[in-house]
């Protein structure tokens, strides 16, 4: 891991709770944990926050999804590529369509779908401009995520979002 997680590896491994309730998938800018045995992820995502807030870490954030919770470096953004493709697209209208399921924080999408075009396919933030869910009641995840991209319609340059009425998009 990067040096701005070492410490925070250092707490996991030398804590008996995470050998036996998480397995632990450490990379560069990020440590997944994923709950194992008789714990849940919410009691998992308690006992990781205590230990971060005990380090007083600068920069680490810790985010969850429905399976697993992360702890990233400073800086480390699902937002990065869509600083990129804006420099990319500077002086155009086009707006660039984020879509995710864990919008609400502490979710790993909530920094994704905090802009002017994003859905969700789950969890919604509490922000009414931004992270709408579309989908009809009972539809989520990929089933959801596959509504919205047929609601793509292709135009000269990029797409437009056309969801089709309610009723034709729980029958397909």
Do not use: M
């Amino acid at each position: 891991v990067c040096p701005e997680l070492e410490e925070f590896v250092e707490a996991l491994q030398s804590n008996p709770y995470f050998s036996q309730y998480a397995v632990c998938d450490f990379r560069w800018h990020q440590v997944s944990l994923t709950p194992k045995g008789p714990t849940t992820l919410t009691s998992l995502w308690e006992t990781v926050c205590q230990v971060v807030g005990a380090l007083k870490l600068p920069g680490v954030r810790l985010v969850r999804s429905n399976h697993s919770l992360d702890a990233l470096a400073p800086g480390v953004s699902k937002t990065a590529l869509l600083r990129v493709l804006a420099t990319q697209l500077k002086g155009s209208s086009l707006g660039i369509l984020c879509i995710g399921d864990s919008g609400r924080w502490p979710g790993n999408d909530h920094d994704l779908l905090r802009g002017p075009h994003s859905l969700s396919v789950d969890e919604v933030s509490f922000d009414a401009q931004t992270c709408w869910n579309l989908a009809p009641r009972g539809l989520r995840g990929c089933q959801a995520a596959k509504l919205y991209v047929r609601a793509l319609v292709p135009e000269t340059i990029g797409v437009r979002f056309r969801p089709r009425a309610k009723q034709q998009l729980e029958d397909e």
